[in-house]
């Protein structure tokens, strides 16, 4: 009987080694979601504010209706795959409310922009364009309070600028 006791005892120690090892290697290769330094944080902060400034900038560069709704086309879907790029970045230790709010936001962002073109797009507001002086995006607000929130947590992020 005590031999048995022995082999059930090695089996289930065998057992739970193998699943540590499998949970340490998917750890290893990225299956954990992941963590970051707070510099490479910040290079991933930084890097997808900037992605959303350049796709904004274009925006205020444009000749044409037919450029602008390209532009905010091609806008909303920088925003909605830097926010998913975001959402898959590793995150710093005590960031990760935040984190979650900045990629909800660039999500919002794209939708927003993305529903301004489908609206300019409606026959009923053709006339429009050539009349815009300036596009307002209430979550480009949303955005640059969680990039101010960030930086007073010591992530150095500029705002978004106005364009």
């Not at 450029?67 to 795959?81: G, I, R």
């Not at 309070?145 to 150095?156: F, P, Y």
């Amino acid at each position: 009987m005590s031999t048995r006791v022995t082999q059930v005892a090695v089996l289930v120690a065998v057992a739970v080694a193998a699943v540590v090892a499998v949970a340490i290697v998917g750890i290893a290769l990225g299956g954990g979601g992941g963590s970051a330094s707070l510099d490479e944080y910040q290079e991933t902060v930084v890097s997808a504010r900037n992605q959303v400034e350049f796709a904004l900038e274009k925006l205020a560069g444009v000749q044409s209706a037919e450029e602008l709704l390209e532009e905010l086309d091609q806008a909303a879907v920088v925003l909605d795959n830097t926010a998913a790029s975001l959402d898959e970045a590793g995150v710093a230790d005590g960031f990760e409310d935040e984190h979650e709010k900045l990629v909800e936001a660039f999500r919002a962002l794209s939708s927003e922009v993305a529903g301004t073109a489908a609206t300019l797009r409606d026959p009923a507001f053709a006339q429009t364009i050539p009349r815009l002086t300036s596009l307002s995006f209430p979550q480009w607000e949303v955005v640059n309070r969680i990039l101010s929130d960030l930086e007073e947590q010591g992530i150095k992020v500029e705002p978004l600028a106005r364009h």
